[in-house]
């Protein structure tokens, strides 16, 4: 009888490592707020419709972001963008970290919303 080790060792935020080197996935932000840490810091965060695991976003990223979308990060929710894996610098040693960027041309729109019909109607309370 065994168990799932990815439940202990996988983290619920993105990382370099999380990411193939040399290769961009495109996702569709869910949502864009401030989450409190239990270390007392207060950091925006993404979450998104196509992985599970959600981006901090340092002042970097928040910089490439505004870029991209704007100031509005209620208007952030349902862009695409690209996330990549990079080479960065953390406490003197190179490690791998996540950067953002405009996803491809074609995939830039935002997400048409959904329409959801009543499955009650009948026929004599439609109006037309």
């Given amino acids: 009888m065994g168990f799932n080790t ?19 996935t495109t996702v569709t932000i869910k949502s864009a707020e401030e989450v409190d840490f239990p270390s007392g810091d207060t950091v925006p965060v993404l979450e998104f419709l196509e992985i599970d695991q959600k981006l901090t976003l340092n002042k970097t990223r928040v910089k490439k972001c505004v870029d991209l979308m704007g100031v509005d990060t209620e208007a952030w929710v349902g862009q695409k963008i690209s996330v990549y894996r990079i080479d960065v610098q953390y406490n ?14 074609g995939k830039q729109s935002k997400i048409k919303p959904e329409v959801n019909f009543d499955d009650d109607d009948d026929e ?4 037309f």
């Fill in 6 to 24: 990815e439940k202990y060792t996988s983290s619920p935020f993105l990382k370099g490592d999380d990411l193939e080197e040399g290769e961009r």
């Fill in 92 to 105: 003197g040693k190179q490690m791998p970290g996540v950067a953002v960027a405009a996803a491809p041309r």
């Fill in 124 to 127: 004599e309370s439609t109006p």
